[in-house]
């Protein structure tokens, strides 16, 4: 086996572009090769179909489409499933292709080959002092006052399986390899081999999720990255950031500070989730605290080699010898219970001449203890995690690992050995620092009605009331009432429905856990003060403490607009203010806003209600911190994360940024530890430069236009979206969205009820837009808003405002991307192929919005064609035109094969059998179709169901991978 690869290092993103097509033909080469090895007739037609697909997307010219679109319908059920399985895997190669780009790029600005195409940490040291006139001093009492938390979520977005996404990593990796490392000619053929395996071995996986994932199938897919990649680049990262400050005559980070925190919303997360229960919870919570203690272990066992020094602190020798005497009168029993126990080595009592080994040794058994304790926890449900704990004398607190460590830490430096201190002990210290003895705390976030529904249960039974009934102002006066008594409200035997009592069920599963494993209560759709008081309430009647900081979550716009009154009605409160004690979060939906009033209007109402609500903390003396519920895609607030942090109003951010990490990002920004230290770099960089060197506040000018411009965009999308009758059919038919919940990429429904567009989550809206290639969510409302500005006289000012506002500038060049990702040649095949004509109007009208969309972007960024050159903002993903050029050939077949499939699927559920024969003859095929649980015995489904069934969920894997954001 021979392929052409080019290893050569080059000076410039542009110069990069060779090596990106490069290693996309290496890796379709290898793949096509292993296609011909177990399809030669399949392989041929894949091939037709890539060079159709690649004269279409060069021509554009609707008889080449004709090509494509006749060949494939030409294929046979079971041809689709495997040529569009073919696409799915050559778009996901392309995508790790780009992703080792990335590293080049990082890695050769690091050796000051190239200049970097956005900001780093190092960089923005320089600049602060160099530039900004900031003193060396003020910076780094910033960075040692700021802290990033990163909150992975459940949110179904990843499309990919875990299993797959282990195999291209290693393909990942090994590219990577060919780049990075100076090879001989065999270790070379060495390394394309363990590509081709990995390949292989994808290409041979069953790439369908055939059943759900449960909540704690999806903590543990979570942890899997903390495992693998996370636990290990946080403190080489932190090592990286004291080299720069050396580098500035400043000392090192302070030992105790983290500049990272992780949290989760995987098991905690309930709104509209009937599969998150009080015992998920529970469940999630115990597996989050083992991968945390067997971490440590293996970092403790370790360290027992590592430090084998006698010289000491005498802190140090008391604490030693006190252990060794203690263990020395049970020696026998000692070794022989760590013998059972099969440790690494060191089974006898440890001597006290060997001081750092004997509190290590002791440090190693506790979290043995510790470990046998939470397996305890898991196989008895009904056990006090929390209660076990501290029964067992297991570790419960952070400081009871981090003393000694510290102590240990101490002692080395004072002898002299510093070097060893700085080592890998001062990694296990940030380690312990950043991660706990949780890995991640677990946010728990529920829907206000639930509350209200339990609040109304207890006045009922009580016979005070309707608590659902009570207006706002009875609601704040019964529930501070009760906050400041003292007598209990909740009674034992209280009638429940099943939804109230689950809800209690949780927060009394909460009084058990420890509290260190938990983070925020976010109140999903709160919309008063109410809604915050009634959870405080709730955890103090069911015994949490301490208590859970309740997060009220501002989704819509309505909500939005609302919410500096509401933390005004809070703030305002005496008893609340004194019982937060100096600080609030709020948290801010980008998805719902977005579906609810469209993305400019939702980006200007997150940006005016940010400033808003730091005016009301101001002025009551609270520290507010704002937590940024952002998706993956642009339409729900997605974005390249400097960029995305650097647009928010001045002031903020001030140090402090809580941000969800959803769905198939968590793969993109943790999946590899290069990767995971890029990423830690952008966020640290930016944080520090919003708090030091913040965006100028915009003009009142330009103000004014930005809310004109935010009311017409909502005008226009809420018109077409909620007050056109035939959209919402339209929207059904000209997509997969009724389709999307056979994915099984997440444990939660697509609706949170029944009904239209309103109760459709914002998650499934965004992805069946993609999936058809309109991405209206992302643009509607847009062109009309600024076609209307333009004709009155504000070209002038829009365009300023894009030069200088980084707000203005981010929000135009995303929806530059997505537009340059639209095509509405596709979308009208969609149309063609599976929409009544009495609906083709509508969408005729859509597509003339999408253009006239285009032209006038266009006209405020001044270009000619989209993504034409580089702005600011773009510069974070170099060639981004060019990628998407790459990708384009790999998705058209997979449009069309959708489209098909949902046409086959729908015409023969609407007519029944219809007459359609189908019998694949393949035994491969017979067996995959076969694989599905829910395709056996009685009512199994038909042949040819099946296969397309099978085929539109490969499609929609492989379009998700293809329309996924550069950067």
Same mark, same amino acid.
């Given at each position: 086996?021979?392929?052409?690869?080019?290893?050569?290092?080059?000076?410039?993103?542009?110069?990069?572009?060779?090596?990106?097509?490069?290693?996309?033909?290496?890796?379709?080469?290898?793949?096509?090769?292993?296609?011909?090895?177990?399809?030669?007739?399949?392989?041929?037609?894949?091939?037709?179909?890539?060079?159709?697909?690649?004269?279409?997307?060069?021509?554009?010219?609707?008889?080449?489409?004709?090509?494509?679109?006749?060949?494939?319908?030409?294929?046979?059920?079971?041809?689709?499933?495997?040529?569009?399985?073919?696409?799915?895997?050559?778009?996901?190669?392309?995508?790790?292709?780009?992703?080792?780009?990335?590293?080049?790029?990082?890695?050769?600005?690091?050796?000051?080959?190239?200049?970097?195409?956005?900001?780093?940490?190092?960089?923005?040291?320089?600049?602060?002092?160099?530039?900004?006139?900031?003193?060396?001093?003020?910076?780094?009492?910033?960075?040692?006052?700021?802290?990033?938390?990163?909150?992975?979520?459940?949110?179904?977005?990843?499309?990919?399986?875990?299993?797959?996404?282990?195999?291209?990593?290693?393909?990942?990796?090994? +590219?990577?390899?060919?780049? @990075?490392?100076?090879?001989?000619?065999? *270790?070379?053929? #060495?390394?394309? /081999?363990? &590509?081709? $395996? !990995?390949?292989?071995?994808?290409?041979?996986?069953?790439?369908?999720?055939?059943?759900?994932?449960?909540?704690?199938?999806?903590?543990?897919?979570?942890?899997?990255?903390?495992?693998?990649?996370?636990?290990?680049?946080?403190?080489?990262?932190?090592?990286?950031?004291?080299?720069?400050?050396?580098?500035?005559?400043?000392?090192?980070?302070?030992?105790?500070?983290?500049?990272?925190?992780?949290?989760?919303?995987?098991?905690?997360?309930?709104?509209?989730?009937?599969?998150?229960?009080?015992?998920?919870?529970?469940?999630?919570?115990?597996?989050?605290?083992?991968?945390?203690?067997?971490?440590?272990?293996?970092?403790?066992?370790? +360290?027992?080699?590592?430090? @084998?020094?006698?010289?000491?602190?005498? *802190?140090?020798? #008391?604490?030693? /010898?006190? &252990?060794? $005497? !203690?263990?020395?009168?049970?020696?026998?029993?000692?070794?022989?219970?760590?013998?059972?126990?099969?440790?690494?080595?060191?089974?006898?009592?440890?001597?006290?001449?060997?001081?750092?080994?004997?509190?290590?040794?002791?440090?190693?058994?506790?979290?043995?203890?510790?470990?046998?304790?939470?397996?305890?926890?898991?196989?008895?449900?009904?056990?006090?995690?929390?209660?076990?704990?501290?029964?067992?004398?297991?570790?419960?607190?952070?400081?009871?690992?981090?003393?000694?460590?510290?102590?240990?830490?101490?002692?080395?430096?004072?002898?002299?050995?510093?070097?060893?201190?700085?080592?890998?002990?001062?990694?296990?210290?940030?380690?312990?620092?950043?991660?706990?003895?949780?890995?991640?705390?677990?946010?728990?976030?529920?829907?206000?009605?639930?509350?209200?529904?339990?609040?109304?249960?207890?006045?009922?039974?009580?016979?005070?009331?309707?608590?659902?009934?009570?207006?706002?102002?009875?609601?704040?006066?019964?529930?501070?009432?009760?906050?400041?008594?003292?007598?209990?409200?909740?009674?034992?035997?209280?009638?429940?429905?099943?939804?109230?009592?689950?809800?209690?069920?949780?927060?009394?599963?909460?009084?058990?856990?420890?509290?260190?494993?938990?983070?925020?209560?976010?109140?999903?759709?709160?919309?008063?003060?109410?809604?915050?008081?009634?959870?405080?309430?709730?955890?103090?009647?069911?015994?949490?403490?301490?208590?859970?900081?309740?997060?009220?979550?501002?989704?819509?716009?309505?909500?939005?607009?609302?919410?500096?009154?509401?933390?005004?009605?809070?703030?305002?409160?005496?008893?609340?203010?004194?019982?937060?004690?100096?600080?609030?979060?709020?948290?801010?939906?980008?998805?719902?806003?977005?579906?609810?009033?469209?993305?400019?209007?939702?980006?200007?109402?997150?940006?005016?209600?940010?400033?808003?609500?730091?005016?009301?903390?101001?002025?009551?003396?609270?520290?507010?911190?704002?937590?940024?519920?952002?998706?993956?895609?642009?339409?729900?607030?997605?974005?390249?994360?400097?960029?995305?942090?650097?647009?928010?109003?001045?002031?903020?951010?001030?140090?402090?940024?809580?941000?969800?990490?959803?769905?198939?990002?968590?793969?993109?920004?943790?999946?590899?530890?290069?990767?995971?230290?890029?990423?830690?770099?952008?966020?640290?960089?930016?944080?520090?430069?919003?708090?030091?060197?913040?965006?100028?506040?915009?003009?009142?000018?330009?103000?004014?236009?930005?809310?004109?411009?935010?009311?017409?965009?909502?005008?226009?999308?809420?018109?077409?979206?909620?007050?056109?009758?035939?959209?919402?059919?339209?929207?059904?038919?000209?997509?997969?969205?009724?389709?999307?919940?056979?994915?099984?990429?997440?444990?939660?429904?697509?609706?949170?009820?029944?009904?239209?567009?309103?109760?459709?989550?914002?998650?499934?809206?965004?992805?069946?837009?993609?999936?058809?290639?309109?991405?209206?969510?992302?643009?509607?409302?847009?062109?009309?808003?600024?076609?209307?500005?333009?004709?009155?006289?504000?070209?002038?000012?829009?365009?300023?405002?894009?030069?200088?506002?980084?707000?203005?500038?981010?929000?135009?060049?995303?929806?530059?991307?997505?537009?340059?990702?639209?095509?509405?040649?596709?979308?009208?095949?969609?149309?063609?192929?599976?929409?009544?004509?009495?609906?083709?109007?509508?969408?005729?009208?859509?597509?003339?919005?999408?253009?006239?969309?285009?032209?006038?972007?266009?006209?405020?960024?001044?270009?000619?064609?989209?993504?034409?050159?580089?702005?600011?903002?773009?510069?974070?993903?170099?060639?981004?035109?060019?990628?998407?050029?790459?990708?384009?050939?790999?998705?058209?077949?997979?449009?069309?094969?959708?489209?098909?499939?949902?046409?086959?699927?729908?015409?023969?559920?609407?007519?029944?059998?219809?007459?359609?024969?189908?019998?694949?003859?393949?035994?491969?095929?017979?067996?995959?179709?076969?694989?599905?649980?829910?395709?056996?015995?009685?009512?199994?489904?038909?042949?040819?169901?099946?296969?397309?069934?099978?085929?539109?969920?490969?499609?929609?894997?492989?379009?998700?991978?293809?329309?996924?954001?550069?950067?």
């Amino acid at each position: 086996m021979s392929f052409r690869i080019s290893t050569e290092l080059r000076a410039g993103p542009g110069q990069f572009l060779t090596g990106l097509r490069d290693d996309d033909s290496l890796l379709r080469q290898v793949f096509f090769s292993i296609l011909r090895h177990h399809h030669p007739n399949l392989a041929a037609k894949v091939d037709v179909i890539y060079a159709l697909s690649q004269a279409w997307c060069t021509s554009q010219s609707d008889s080449d489409f004709e090509l494509l679109v006749k060949y494939v319908s030409d294929l046979k059920p079971e041809e689709r499933i495997l040529v569009a399985s073919s696409f799915s895997h050559m778009l996901n190669l392309h995508n790790l292709t780009e992703e080792v780009n990335s590293s080049q790029i990082g890695r050769a600005v690091r050796l000051g080959e190239m200049d970097s195409p956005t900001r780093d940490t190092n960089h923005s040291l320089l600049k602060l002092t160099a530039v900004n006139g900031l003193t060396p001093q003020q910076v780094y009492d910033s960075l040692c006052n700021q802290t990033v938390e990163l909150v992975l979520t459940a949110h179904p977005t990843q499309a990919l399986r875990a299993s797959l996404l282990k195999k291209y990593a290693i393909v990942r990796r090994e +590219l990577d390899t060919l780049h @990075s490392k100076r090879m001989s000619e065999y *270790e070379k053929i #060495e390394t394309l /081999e363990a &590509i081709r $395996a !990995a390949v292989q071995a994808a290409w041979r996986t069953d790439e369908i999720r055939r059943s759900k994932p449960t909540p704690q199938d999806e903590m543990r897919s979570g942890l899997s990255y903390f495992s693998t990649v996370i636990f290990d680049v946080v403190p080489v990262f932190h090592r990286r950031v004291d080299t720069a400050l050396e580098k500035m005559g400043l000392p090192r980070l302070p030992l105790d500070k983290a500049l990272f925190k992780f949290g989760s919303w995987m098991g905690g997360d309930r709104d509209g989730n009937p599969n998150v229960t009080a015992e998920t919870t529970r469940d999630v919570v115990v597996l989050a605290r083992l991968e945390a203690v067997n971490t440590y272990f293996r970092q403790v066992e370790s +360290l027992m080699f590592d430090l @084998s020094m006698w010289r000491c602190s005498p *802190e140090m020798k #008391e604490l030693a /010898e006190r &252990i060794a $005497a !203690a263990e020395s009168r049970e020696a026998a029993r000692v070794a022989e219970e760590r013998k059972k126990r099969n440790y690494a080595d060191f089974w006898a009592p440890i001597p006290a001449t060997e001081p750092f080994r004997v509190v290590l040794s002791h440090m190693r058994d506790r979290l043995y203890n510790t470990r046998q304790v939470l397996h305890q926890c898991l196989v008895h449900p009904n056990m006090s995690v929390r209660g076990a704990l501290e029964e067992a004398g297991a570790y419960l607190d952070i400081e009871d690992m981090a003393r000694p460590l510290k102590l240990m830490y101490d002692s080395l430096m004072s002898t002299g050995d510093a070097s060893v201190a700085n080592s890998r002990l001062l990694d296990l210290l940030r380690q312990l620092r950043t991660f706990g003895l949780s890995m991640m705390g677990l946010d728990i976030r529920q829907e206000s009605s639930r509350h209200t529904e339990v609040m109304d249960a207890i006045t009922t039974y009580l016979g005070l009331g309707s608590y659902a009934s009570w207006d706002e102002q009875t609601r704040l006066k019964f529930l501070l009432d009760e906050l400041q008594g003292k007598r209990p409200l909740m009674p034992p035997g209280m009638d429940m429905s099943p939804d109230v009592k689950e809800v209690v069920a949780t927060f009394r599963m909460l009084s058990g856990l420890p509290s260190d494993s938990l983070g925020a209560y976010i109140i999903s759709m709160a919309k008063t003060a109410s809604d915050v008081l009634a959870v405080v309430l709730l955890q103090r009647e069911s015994g949490v403490r301490p208590a859970l900081r309740v997060v009220p979550l501002f989704e819509t716009l309505e909500d939005l607009n609302n919410a500096p009154g509401t933390m005004t009605t809070l703030l305002s409160n005496d008893w609340y203010r004194a019982h937060i004690n100096g600080m609030h979060e709020c948290m801010i939906g980008y998805s719902d806003s977005g579906k609810d009033a469209g993305r400019l209007a939702a980006a200007w109402a997150l940006y005016e209600t940010q400033e808003k609500l730091v005016a009301v903390a101001a002025e009551y003396g609270i520290r507010l911190v704002l937590f940024h519920g952002r998706g993956g895609t642009v339409g729900r607030g997605g974005g390249p994360t400097h960029m995305a942090i650097r647009s928010q109003p001045s002031g903020t951010i001030n140090g402090h940024l809580r941000v969800t990490v959803q769905g198939e990002i968590i793969e993109q920004q943790f999946g590899e530890k290069e990767v995971c230290f890029r990423t830690l770099d952008l966020y640290t960089s930016a944080v520090l430069e919003a708090a030091l060197d913040p965006p100028p506040a915009p003009r009142q000018e330009w103000r004014d236009l930005m809310t004109r411009l935010a009311t017409d965009s909502c005008d226009m999308y809420r018109s077409v979206v909620y007050r056109t009758p035939e959209f919402y059919e339209y929207f059904m038919q000209s997509t997969a969205a009724s389709e999307l919940g056979r994915l099984n990429i997440g444990s939660r429904p697509s609706s949170r009820k029944q009904g239209g567009i309103e109760t459709l989550r914002a998650i499934p809206w965004i992805f069946a837009w993609t999936q058809q290639r309109l991405h209206l969510p992302v643009w509607l409302g847009i062109g009309e808003a600024l076609e209307g500005a333009i004709a009155q006289g504000y070209q002038p000012v829009l365009q300023d405002m894009y030069a200088n506002w980084p707000f203005f500038t981010s929000t135009l060049d995303l929806v530059e991307m997505v537009l340059a990702k639209a095509d509405a040649r596709l979308s009208a095949f969609y149309e063609r192929t599976l929409v009544e004509g009495s609906l083709a109007p509508l969408g005729e009208k859509l597509r003339r919005l999408l253009a006239k969309t285009q032209q006038h972007i266009l006209i405020v960024v001044r270009k000619n064609a989209l993504l034409e050159g580089n702005t600011p903002s773009q510069m974070s993903t170099p060639n981004l035109d060019e990628k998407i050029r790459l990708r384009s050939p790999y998705v058209a077949p997979l449009n069309v094969l959708q489209a098909l499939s949902l046409k086959g699927l729908r015409k023969f559920r609407e007519l029944g059998h219809g007459g359609v024969e189908y019998n694949p003859s393949d035994p491969e095929i017979i067996d995959l179709l076969s694989r599905d649980p829910h395709k056996k015995g009685e009512g199994a489904q038909h042949p040819f169901v099946s296969a397309m069934d099978d085929c539109l969920m490969i499609t929609i894997k492989g379009i998700a991978a293809g329309m996924q954001n550069t950067g």
